[in-house]
T-cell receptor, first 110, second 115 residues
Framework: AQSVAQPEDQVNVAEGNPLTVKCTYSVSGNPYLFWYVQYPNRGLQFLLKYITGDNLVKGSYGFEAEFNKSQTSFHLKKPSALVSDSALYFC????????FGAGTRLTVKP | NAGVTQTPKFQVLKTGQSMTLQCAQD?????MSWYRQDPGMGLRLIHYSVGAGITDQGEVPNGYNVSRSTTEDFPLRLLSAAPSQTSVYFC??????????????FGEGSWLTVV
């Protein structure tokens, strides 16, 4: 069965600094990996996904993620954080169904 | 652009009551699913469906029933509500089978409290 882990409950960064939200996965076969963002009292919004191809995937709002097969990781990154990026971020792995990590709360301080 | 619509948004139930959370999508998606979100546990899959007439269990199916009589609708039924079912519930859909890697779209959530 597939699973995904987000080792950090909380990530704090200053506005303008780069941010990284970590994700590792476990799946048999080729992984389909996703990042979603959730704002307060809202549903999840799709950010980006890795299916195949380039290991660096670019997504919405300036986010990108790097797929690393040897480390079984799919970390979310952004070169320059904005206060408006503050939200809950979920990594997910897809096989027959979608399994989510526990989420990482990102806080960007002015 | 309705997307995935869930109702009700908020509900309070007494222990032992039954209720149905409604979910409808207007994107002709084959794949639909229900998740519950609890603090520190992410989203856990309750049930899913790969098409009309087909449903299957996810990680945490106990206490919930689903049916898929049409492509558009995927209701989630709580048979006898328990306080442990207090959670936020999300319905989601995807254009085709999840294994193809198509993006899953989420509804806005249903906040359920069981007292």
């Amino acid at each position: 069965a597939q699973s995904v882990a987000q080792p950090e409950d909380q990530v704090n960064v200053a506005e303008g600094n780069p941010l990284t939200v970590k994700c590792t996965y476990s799946v048999s076969g080729n992984p389909y990996l996703f990042w979603y963002v959730q704002y307060p009292n809202r549903g999840l919004q799709f950010l980006l996904k890795y299916i195949t191809g380039d290991n660096l995937v670019k997504g919405s709002y300036g986010f990108e993620a790097e797929f690393n097969k040897s480390q079984t990781s799919f970390h979310l990154k952004k070169p320059s954080a904005l206060v408006s990026d503050s939200a809950l971020y979920f990594c997910a792995v897809l096989n027959n169904d979608m399994r989510f990590g526990a989420g990482t709360r990102l806080t960007v301080k002015p | 652009n309705a997307g995935v619509t869930q109702t009700p948004k908020f509900q309070v139930l007494k222990t032992g009551q039954s209720m149905t959370l409604q979910c409808a999508q207007d994107m002709n998606h084959e794949y639909m699913s229900w998740y519950r979100q609890d603090p520190g546990m992410g989203l856990r899959l309750i049930h899913y469906s790969v098409g009309a007439g087909i449903t299957d269990q996810g990680e945490v199916p106990n206490g919930y029933n689903v049916s898929r009589s049409t492509t558009e609708d995927f209701p989630l039924r709580l048979l006898s509500a328990a306080p442990s079912q207090t959670s936020v519930y999300f319905c989601a859909s995807s254009y085709s089978g999840a294994a193809t890697g198509n993006t899953i779209y989420f509804g806005e959530g249903s906040w359920l409290t069981v007292v």
